[in-house]
C-alpha cells in the first residue's frame, strides 16, 4: 500500500487500521461530480473508520481539472492517470472515466498497490472485465464496482424483506429502466453513443443496473434471449464534449454505433423468470428505473424516481387487510437511514453515492471485502454479454461463469 497511509491502532480487533485514506480521481464530469460530493460528505454523515482526503483529481483538458479541483476541494490535479497511480501520497484510484478507459486506469491503479473503485459496467466487455479482476486479485488490493443502487436504503431494505423469506420463493422480477435524454434526432453524437468508448449503448448504460440489481435481489442468470434496436441511426458530430448532456452539434452527421433500447428474457439458475427492458426512447421518462419482485407470500415494488418508498404485498395478512403497502424508508431503523435526517424527511440520489464512499472506506480500514466488487463486474458483464450474443443470433443464450 502507498506509503501516505497513517496506521493506528485497532484496539477492539488487534488489527491495524489507516487513519486516513488519500483519494485520487480519474474523470470529472457527471459522475465526477457526483463521487466529488460523496468524497467530501461521507465523513460528515457517517462515523468513518478512516478519513478519506480528496488529494487529487486527474482529466485530460487542464483548465477544466483545475476548475474541477477548485470548485469540489479537491488538493491538487493530474492530467495524466499514469502520473496520478505512480503518486505515493495516494493510496486509492477512483474511476469515473467513460467505459473504455475503465481497464488501462483500474490494471495500472491495482498494479501500482492503490485500492480501486470503478464506475459500472466494470469493462467494454467479459475479456476485459476478467483481466481486471485478476488483477486485482493479485495485487491483493480492495475492489469496489460503484452499483450505487443497491446503495437506495429501499433496496437494501428489499433485500432484508427477501432475506428474511417474507415473501417467500421468488417467481418473476420485471425491471425496467426508461430515459428519453436522445429522443432528439439532432441530439450530438456524445460518447454513449459511440461503440468504441461505450461499447453498448442503453443496454451497458441502464441495463448493467438492473441486472446488478436482479442478482443482487433474485439470484444469478442462467440463459437470456434478447433484441434490440436502434430508432435513429445517424446524428451529428459533437463539437464540444459535454457530461451527460452533450455539447455543440456540428452539421457533419456520422452512424449511432450503439443500441437505443435493449429488451431481454431471463431465466435464474434458482428457478426464478425476469423480463428486462431499457431504453433512451421512452418520451416522459427522465429517469423510470422501476422493479417488481413476485414471490410465494408476496410481492415488493419499487421506483426510482420515488427512491424513499418501497411497496410489499402479503399475501400472509388477514384477507380483508390485504392490499399493497406504501413503506416510507426514513425510519433510523432502515439500512443506512440513522446517519441523515429525522423519520420523513427523505434523502436523494446523490446519497447513494454517500453510502458507497462509506461501505469502501470503512472496508479498507477493517481490512474487510466489499460489495459489489469487480467480480460482480464481471458478473454483470457475463449478462450483458450473453444478451448481445442473443441479439446478435436470435436465441436464447447460455450466461457463462468464468472461474476467477
Known sequence: MASSLVLVHDNVGGDYMPK?????????????KAHSNAWHSAPKFFDLAAEPVMKAICGRTERNVKEMADK???????????????????????ITTPNNAHKDVAIAAAKAGKHVSCEKPLAMNVSEALEMVKVVKKAGVKHM???????????????????????????HIRAVYLQDWIMDPNFPLAWRLRKGVAGTGAHGDLNAHIIDLARYLVGEFAEVVGMKETFVKERP??????????????????????????????????????????????????NGQRLEINGSKGSLVFELERMNELQLFSSTDAEHLQGFKLINVTEA??????????????????????????????????????????????????????VVKSCSERKW????????
Open 333 to 386: 431503523c432502515h439500512p443506512y437511514m440513522s446517519a441523515y435526517w429525522p423519520v420523513g424527511h427523505i434523502i436523494g440520489w446523490e446519497h447513494t453515492f454517500i453510502n458507497g464512499v462509506t461501505d469502501f472506506v470503512n472496508a479498507i480500514a477493517k481490512k474487510k471485502s466489499v460489495k459489489p466488487d469487480f467480480i460482480d463486474g464481471l458478473r454483470n458483464q457475463e449478462v450483458l454479454d450473453a
Open 20 to 32: 486516513q485514506i488519500n483519494v485520487g480521481m480519474v474523470g470529472y464530469k457527471f459522475m465526477g
Open 145 to 171: 464496482i460503484w452499483q450505487n443502487y443497491r446503495r437506495v436504503p429501499a433496496i437494501a431494505l428489499a433485500k432484508q424483506i427477501i432475506e428474511e423469506g417474507r415473501i417467500g420463493q421468488v417467481y
Open 397 to 404: 443464450i447460455k450466461v457463462t461463469k468464468h472461474k476467477v
Open 237 to 286: 458530430l459533437e463539437l464540444e464534449g459535454g457530461s451527460l448532456v452533450a455539447g455543440k452539434a456540428s452539421k457533419k452527421k456520422s452512424r449511432v454505433t450503439v443500441d437505443d433500447a435493449t429488451l431481454f428474457l431471463a431465466r435464474f439458475v434458482n428457478g426464478a423468470v425476469g423480463t428486462f427492458e431499457a431504453t433512451r426512447f421512452a418520451n416522459g421518462r427522465r
Open 72 to 94: 469540489w476541494g479537491w488538493e491538487s490535479y493530474e492530467t495524466s492517470y499514469k502520473k496520478l497511480v505512480a503518486r505515493e501520497d495516494i493510496d486509492l484510484i477512483d
